[in-house]
């Protein structure tokens, strides 16, 4: 009788904590440890609720917004509901199995989200949360009590990963009464760093990422003043007035004008554009540098005839102040932008170079249209015109923040970075992650990375990003545009004896130089680097074949080629823009900008940018004796170069594609600079998103695989 009551008593026992505590058909819901970072969900309720007759108060409003939590683990959800019926509370939400059907038929959206197959019955055990339905956030985190309702909190147990078994995109939200009829229900979308007071208002783009573009525009103006000056001697060589009044130079002088440019231009880049950038701020190197052109502008334009000489001098001094500007110039961008938009908003970097050559070839030929009227100041106005962007630029920039991973490197200026950061940022969320993971990078980088230009060829994996820089900064000039743009009116003297014809060639050029930049900015993002690099490459490679080929097939007329040859030629020429524009145009500065740690940031990207025009300078003085004796075969010569480039990308540059700037440095071989930095502050719980590599190089985020989520009849 003992031994029957006992029993008796251990299955009640058994059954009751059976009633207490219920887990799914597969299990406890497992904590999602791998949210891709920057991914928020919003669900926005409609106007109109699903419950009739309708509350005379109209329907609840509110929205909950659902962001990856910056470690990758579970959810950060942000919920605000108000107007609720004066009864039949307390009301619930939940994430339900389906979207909401075109009528707006809640209904449809049938039940809960239960990827472990647990049921709604008994009810969530919130101390339990792993026992829960994943949808049931009523029941882990509180009902709906009060009017208006606010919640934050974080679901260790929702995902924002895409495809089958994600918990957002394909799913949706739904409010209840307390006894479950269903009052409003919506979608989840995509609205990743958006602003919520942003949703709420029914505004499509947030004001902070309105001004982040802003500011990354004003910086990307830094290109305009290298487009310009690549075109402006171009434009000016041919010019009758320029030439008497300098004393016809011709041959080898005329390499030495383009390349003193780029002499200066590697000086500043190589020995001061790092340190300026870096000791005084991003924005006052690009204030400096801006400056300095603008003085070297008047010395050109002003210069004595017969003085080729002071003119000369002022080539190199504005190359040495647009030094300083392209190495402040992309390191602000790559610094201020989000990692999910970095190539789209740096690819108008490349794109701002195409609007500096098209403003120096229709000012060339609108001066060139009245030469009558201008005389001797219609290359003078060409040279003048080059100052207007960078005083635009220098009065705007007191206004624009400062890097916040420079106020962070320098003095750990916390709040001074917190100020920049919400000016671009949508959420303090956000901005608080953000400055966390500068500190954890910029902490292991002062550990074990020096600030010095030794550190550059000290560590591996930084010298191996060095001569993989070295070789893509290089491989823009080998491509063939440098030489192209320098010498296009060279060429096409060949074909047209009229310097208008030749002029507005060349600013049709410019002009499609613009449209065909803005591939970029739709592409690299979505397709990645390397296939940019890969894909541009081929594509010159191509065209640089043709173009020799039409010339040497083809019979001379009156000791040059017809002009239906001419056309030919210049049409591929054009598609030789329309492949390296948006490739190792505007890619390769992307590419270069994104790759380094905080601490050589500078110096590097000022030192292998500068390769363009150490390989601009070598190619300036040699080629116009290359094409006097080869005529157009010499671009068989850029043919082989551009499918060596090709080579090279695909064997050895890995994709930096959405990946945030402290950790790309795992990509080349080095540590993870959140996850170091982290440990050396004593962050705790800090779990940052692994990252990996494949063989080839790309970007691997490496999830746990979701369970399918079951869907149950109501």
């Known amino acids: 009788m003992l031994l029957t009551t006992s029993l008796l008593l251990s299955l009640l026992s058994l059954a009751a904590s059976q009633t207490t505590i219920t887990t799914g058909a597969l299990g406890d819901a497992a904590v999602v440890k791998n949210n891709p970072r920057g991914v928020t969900y919003t669900a926005t309720l409609p106007d109109d609720a699903f419950f009739q007759p309708n ?12 962001t990856a939590n910056r470690n990758g683990e579970g959810v950060i959800f942000d919920v605000s509901f108000s107007n609720f019926p004066e009864s039949g509370g307390p009301f619930t939400y939940h994430l339900h199995a389906f979207p909401v059907s075109a009528d707006g038929n809640c209904t449809k959206t049938l039940a809960h989200l239960d990827p472990y197959i647990r049921g709604e019955t008994p009810a969530c055990n919130a101390t339990l949360p792993q026992t829960c339905q994943v949808g049931d956030l009523s029941g882990k985190h509180g009902k709906i009590e009060s009017d208006p309702f606010e919640a ?12 089958l078994g994600s918990f957002f995109g394909n799913r949706s939200l739904v409010v209840h009464y307390a006894n479950k009829t269903r009052i409003s229900c919506t979608d989840w979308h995509t609205e990743t760093q958006r602003n919520v007071a942003d949703v709420q208002t029914g505004k499509m783009v947030s004001s902070s990422r309105v001004y982040n573009w802003y500011i990354a525009m004003l910086a990307a103006g830094c290109m305009v003043l290298y487009g310009y000056d690549a075109a402006v001697f171009n434009a000016v060589q041919t010019n009758k007035h320029w030439l008497a009044w300098f004393d016809t130079p011709t041959g080898n002088l005329l390499g030495l004008v383009n390349t003193t440019y780029s002499i200066g231009a590697i000086i500043s880049g190589w020995f001061l554009g790092g340190p300026v950038a870096d000791y005084f701020g991003r924005r006052f190197g690009m ?4 400056t300095i052109t603008i003085i070297a502008t008047f010395i050109q334009a002003f210069a004595p005839k017969h003085k080729l000489g002071v003119f000369i001098f002022g080539r190199v001094l504005i190359g040495i102040g647009q030094g300083m500007a392209l190495t402040a110039g992309p390191v602000f961008i790559g610094e201020v932008t989000p990692p999910e ?27 060139g249209q009245h030469t009558a009227t201008l005389g001797e100041w219609d290359w003078r106005m060409v040279v003048i015109f080059q100052m207007l962007v960078p005083f635009l630029i220098v009065v705007q920039l007191p206004f624009v923040p400062e890097s916040p991973r420079w106020y962070i490197q320098h003095g750990d200026r916390i709040e001074d970075a917190r100020r920049s950061l919400r000016r671009v940022r949508d959420t303090e969320q956000e901005v608080e992650d953000e400055v966390l993971a500068i500190r954890e990078a910029i902490t292991f980088e002062k550990e074990v990375i020096s600030g010095s230009y030794y ?6 994996s930084i010298r191996k990003r060095m001569a993989l820089a070295f070789v893509v900064n290089i491989g823009q000039q080998l491509s063939g545009q440098g030489t192209l743009n320098s010498y296009s009116s060279t060429i096409y003297k ?39 690099f890969i894909g541009g490459a081929i594509g010159m490679a191509i065209c ?24 030919a030629i210049v049409a591929m020429l054009f598609l030789f823009i329309f492949f390296y524009k948006p490739s190792w145009g505007a890619t390769t500065w992307i590419w270069t900008s994104e790759i380094f740690s905080m601490n050589v940031r ?56 959405s990946i945030a700037l402290e950790e790309i440095d795992v990509l080349f071989g080095g540590a993870n600079h959140t996850e170091k930095g982290g440990d050396l502050l004593h962050v705790e719980d800090a779990h940052h998103a692994h990252i990996g590599v494949d063989n080839t190089g790309a970007e691997e985020i490496s999830p746990a695989s979701p369970p399918v989520a079951h869907e149950l009849k109501i």
């Open 55 to 66: 509350d005379p108060r109209g329907n609840v409003v509110g929205y909950v917004s659902a």
């Open 152 to 163: 934050t909190y974080t679901d260790k147990y929702a995902s924002t990963l895409q495809g």
């Open 287 to 290: 204030g400096l540098g801006c």
């Open 341 to 367: 938009i970095r190539g789209k908003v740096m690819s108008f970097w490349q794109l701002f170079y195409s609007v500096g050559s098209f403003i120096a070839y229709w000012v060339n030929y609108a001066c």
């Open 455 to 460: 550190a550059l060829w000290k560590d591996t």
């Open 494 to 532: 060949k074909i047209w004896t009229s310097a208008n014809t030749i002029n507005l060639i060349n600013a049709l050029n410019a002009t499609c130089g613009i449209i065909f930049t803005l591939n970029a900015t739709w592409t690299v993002d979505r397709f990645g680097r390397k296939f940019l």
């Open 544 to 567: 640089m074949l043709i173009v020799p080929l039409i010339g040497m097939e083809t019979p001379n007329v009156n000791g040059g080629k017809s002009e239906s040859v001419g056309i």
């Open 602 to 657: 500078s110096q590097a990207v000022g030192m292998c940018t500068q390769m363009q025009n150490v390989a601009q300078c070598i190619f300036n003085q040699f080629f116009p004796t290359f094409y006097t004796n080869c005529g157009l075969k010499s671009f068989f010569f850029f043919m082989t170069t551009n499918v060596l480039l090709a080579i090279f990308v695909w064997r050895l540059i890995p994709e930096t594609k």
